[in-house]
């Protein structure tokens, strides 16, 4: 399993990473929080903790906390566009349900 | 599935709290809002991709349109096509007809600038607000969310009533507004200036219709706007102007032109200026309004000659500007370029000259003020881990109030960091004093009568009580857009009083710096008008005070002969104070305290008698 990023979303990720000029790679996460349950998180990092496990795909390393990965181990990371909006998008095999919006979730 | 935004380490959003902020570059010509993404500042778009709209609303009777499609409504239907409102924020009727003779809107009679459109009156404010409310549509349609707040750029030489006009419409539109911010401090801030060296910036901002030149201190993080200068009439469109005017004198194209044809030819230019930009030779060519076609060719070389006296007429202006700011060339660290005009490479290259340094130019000269404004936004909306800086800036004028004999009490002094609040206590000049008028002064000068008024309020509901008994706060606020408010508070009793400054008409940039200079001038005959008047309220309180004792009390305590003495020496003060040698006053003063000082024991003697009467020693 793993996290798989997709075409766009690494094009992306590096452009930002870029432009940021610092940085190692993105942060995926979940913390407790929100309507339903738990809720993503998406970050720069600059510095790894001792429990982060690394994947690397397409060039861009999705750096995950262990107890984060439990929820999204399989989850794959998109950027597409709605309209005017853009932005990154999990697919997380893990999730059962999600809040209208989308911004949090149960398993 | 919402769609996420990289956020800064530990500075996830929980969801629906998403702290998004925008900066919108209100410019006068055009208009643009910008957001920091993923820590990308980009500006937005429109669904047609086009990222700036042009600051034109015109009305119909259905509402208003902004943007592209009004501006193309400008020459058909001029009277409900308002372009170019910036110029009437903050203005009064008068100032605007005096500077703009030939505008196309009907003005209704009234004092502040009313427009007669066809679906009804509309003010400068509201103008700007529907250009702000489609660029906070855009913005919000584009985050996915409401918007928490926006930073407006105002001009550096906007006054106080232009900020307020500004944040005025910002809130008519429903923008939250965190902080107004300076046109050129934002272009600073887009080229990372704020966190790099200190030292002093240059900004030339040359736009399609006006030039404006800034220069700007950074020290310890804080911007300082030490002078600005320009030309609100000098702009691209000059350089499309001489251009169209070549052409006609290559084709002998003489006599009125076509509106067509004039438009044609106007669009050529502005081709061949593009063309320029990067390239040695264009070639022109069209057709007139009798069908004949015509070729012209326009080399690099010649087109820089027909806009080098434009662009001089900018370098004058920064010359002054450094003057102003008591410069030379060789103090400035930076030059920032702004406005789309910079990308002619002769502008670039002169004003490289100019001031001996290479200018920055890698931000896109129309994007540049929206993207500081957007880096701004971002930070105060708590985006950042640790605030990386919370940008400040000075007030230009130092902030005071009126006290007795028409002096001018500093509050706040010139150059203080905003925002601020500072508090001073005065009292009651008058025994039984109810009201104070409370006159709030903007100036260097000492005495109020060379300051600016900027706005008078009375406290009233002050209990009467002896003169100098009562204790009147005075508190002076300045939000962090420069906007002024003052309160006065009675101390034992809490009645108050306020007042938001909003002084009816504006101040020039050059008068700030006339004021500053004159203050320097008449340093030393504004100190002595300052001890003259102080001796004159203060004969004039002795008298005061005296009267009322000798009307209560001369007639038992006095001799005739002694009282005529008081009272004599109380004319010849009185005569004193009116003249103006302050030494002369002083010799007066001391004169009757000396006159009065029989009468004042006895007044004592009397007062302990009547507090003692009647009480045995015990008692006491």
């Known amino acids: ?107 | 599935m919402a769609l996420l935004q990289i956020a800064e380490p530990g500075q996830s959003a929980v969801p629906h709290q998403r702290k998004l902020a925008v900066g919108i570059d209100l410019g006068t010509t055009n208009s643009l809002v910008a957001t920091v993404r993923s820590g990308a500042t980009t500006t937005l778009p429109d669904d047609i991709g086009q990222h700036i709209l042009p600051s034109v609303v015109h009305y119909t009777s259905q509402g208003a349109v902004v943007g592209e499609e009004a501006k193309k409504q400008a020459s058909q239907d001029p009277a409900n096509t308002i372009s170019s409102v910036k110029r009437f924020l903050g203005r009064s009727t008068t100032d605007i007809k005096a500077k703009y003779p030939n505008l196309p809107y009907q003005f209704t009679e009234s004092d502040s600038p009313v427009m007669q459109v066809v679906s009804g009156e509309v003010n400068p404010v509201q103008v700007s607000a529907e250009i702000l409310k489609v660029l906070k549509l855009r913005a919000e349609s584009t985050l996915g969310d409401e918007l928490k707040g926006a930073v407006v750029t105002v001009p550096a030489y906007f006054d106080d009533s232009q900020r307020q006009g500004t944040k005025d419409a910002a809130t008519l539109a429903g923008l939250n507004v965190l902080r107004l911010l300076n046109e050129p401090t934002a272009a600073a801030i887009a080229y990372g200036l704020d966190s790099g060296q200190e030292g002093i910036i240059a900004v030339y901002d040359l736009g399609g219709g006006t030039f404006d030149i800034s220069i700007l201190r950074l020290s310890k993080g804080v911007f300082e706007v030490l002078s600005t200068g320009g030309d609100s009439a000098l702009g691209g469109d000059d350089f499309d102007a001489v251009l169209v005017d070549y052409i006609r004198q290559q084709t002998q194209l003489t006599g009125d032109l076509s509106k067509n044809l004039h438009r044609t030819l106007l669009d050529l230019a502005k081709e061949a200026k593009e063309t320029l930009s990067h390239e040695s030779v264009a070639n022109l060519s069209f057709e007139d309004d009798n069908k004949q076609s015509h070729k012209v060719l326009i080399t690099i070389n010649h087109f820089e000659k027909l806009i080098a006296p434009l662009v001089k007429n900018t370098l004058r202006a920064c010359r002054r500007a450094l003057k102003d700011a008591e410069l030379s060339k060789q103090d400035i660290l930076e030059v920032v370029m702004v406005g789309g005009s910079t990308r002619v490479p002769y502008v670039c290259q002169q004003v490289g000259e100019f001031f001996e340094t290479s200018p920055l130019t890698s931000i896109d000269p129309d994007k540049v003020v929206a993207i500081g404004a957007a880096i701004q936004a971002d930070i105060l909306a708590g985006n950042k881990p640790d605030s990386d800086m919370l940008l400040l800036d000075v007030l230009p004028l130092s902030l005071g109030i009126e006290t007795m004999g028409g002096l001018s009490e500093k509050v706040i002094p010139r150059n203080t960091t905003i925002p601020i609040a500072k508090a001073q206590e005065f009292t009651t000049f008058k025994d039984g004093q109810t009201a104070m008028m409370v006159h709030v002064v903007q100036g260097e000068r000492e005495l109020v009568q060379d300051c600016r008024s900027l706005a008078k309020f009375t406290l009233r509901g002050i209990p009467p009580m002896a003169a100098g008994a009562a204790h009147i706060r005075v508190t002076f606020q300045v939000d962090a857009d420069g906007l002024l408010n003052v309160s006065a508070m009675e101390k034992s009793t809490g009645v108050q009083a306020q007042i938001q400054v909003k002084p009816s008409y504006g101040l020039e940039d050059h008068q700030i710096a006339d004021m500053l200079k004159a203050s320097m001038q008449n340093a030393e005959q504004d100190m002595q008008a300052r001890m003259l008047k102080e001796q004159q309220v203060e004969a004039a309180r002795v008298h005061e005070t005296l009267q009322a004792a000798l009307n209560a009390d001369a007639a038992a305590l006095l001799s005739a002969d002694e009282k005529q003495a008081i009272e004599t020496g109380l004319t010849e003060l009185q005569e004193l104070a009116k003249g103006s040698d302050k030494e002369a006053i002083k010799a007066g003063i001391e004169k009757v305290d000396k006159l009065s000082q029989v009468f004042a024991e006895r007044r004592m003697d009397q007062s302990i008698r009547k507090a003692f009467s009647g009480q045995s020693v015990e008692q006491i």
């Open chain 1, 1 to 107: 399993m793993g996290i798989s990023v997709s075409d766009s979303a690494a094009q992306r990720a590096r452009t930002f990473l870029e432009n940021r000029g610092a940085g190692i790679g993105l942060r995926l996460g979940v913390k407790t929080t929100g309507c339903s349950g738990l809720a993503y998180v998406l970050e720069f990092v600059d510095e790894m903790n001792e429990d982060d496990q690394v994947f690397e795909d397409k060039g861009i390393k999705v750096i995950i906390d262990g107890k984060s990965l439990v929820y999204l181990d399989g989850t794959h990371l998109d950027f597409t566009k709605e309209g005017l909006n853009e932005g990154f998008q999990f697919t997380n095999p893990n999730a059962n349900g999600e809040c209208g919006c989308g911004e949090s979730f149960n398993v």
